[in-house]
C-alpha cells in the first residue's frame, strides 16, 4: 500500500468547505441558509409542530424550594463574599464585601445580620437574611 500526502489542494479544500458550509451555517437574524435539501420537512396536515419544551411544568433549573429570582439573589450575593470570608462573623462579611466592592443594597443586608454569629457557607448567610434554601430531595 502506497502512502501518500493526505494534504489537498486549494482548490479541493474550497470545495470541502462549501459541501459542509450548509451544517455550519444555521438560521439567523436572516433566515436559513441551510441548502433547501437540508431543510426539515414541515409536519403533515394532521401532524403536530414539533416543540422544544415537552408538555407538563418546566423547573427551568432551579433547585425545589427555591424561585428562579432566589437563585440569581443568592448567586449575586455569593459573588462579593470570598471563601476566604468564611467561616466569618457580621464584620468579616462586610469587610469582605465591601473589599470586593460589592453593591451597596448588599452591604446594606449583611451589615443586617446578627452580631456574634459565624456563618460557614453563603446559603447559611442568605437564610440569615430572611430568604430560604433549596430543600434536600432525599
Not at 462579611?93 to 465591601?98: F, G, P, S
Not at 470586593?100 to 456574634?116: F, R, S, T
Request: aromatic letters at 2%; proline letters at 7%.
Amino acid at each position: 500500500m502506497e502512502r501518500g500526502s493526505s494534504k489537498h489542494s486549494p482548490r479541493v479544500d474550497d470545495n470541502m468547505v462549501q459541501d459542509v458550509s450548509g451544517l455550519l451555517q444555521g438560521p439567523g437574524a436572516g433566515g436559513s441558509r441551510v441548502e433547501e435539501s437540508r431543510q426539515p420537512e414541515p409536519a403533515g396536515e394532521d401532524q403536530p409542530e414539533p416543540k422544544t419544551l415537552t408538555a407538563g411544568a418546566s423547573r427551568g433549573g432551579n433547585p425545589q424550594g427555591m424561585s428562579m429570582d432566589d437563585v440569581e439573589a443568592r448567586s449575586r450575593l455569593g459573588r462579593f463574599i470570598t471563601m476566604s470570608a468564611l467561616p466569618g462573623d457580621r464584620d468579616t462579611l462586610v469587610a469582605n464585601a465591601r473589599e470586593n466592592q460589592a453593591p451597596a443594597d448588599i452591604v446594606a443586608a449583611l451589615e443586617g445580620l446578627p452580631d456574634g454569629t459565624r456563618y460557614q457557607t453563603v446559603s447559611e448567610v442568605w437564610a440569615a437574611l430572611g430568604h430560604k434554601n433549596e430543600t434536600t430531595r432525599w
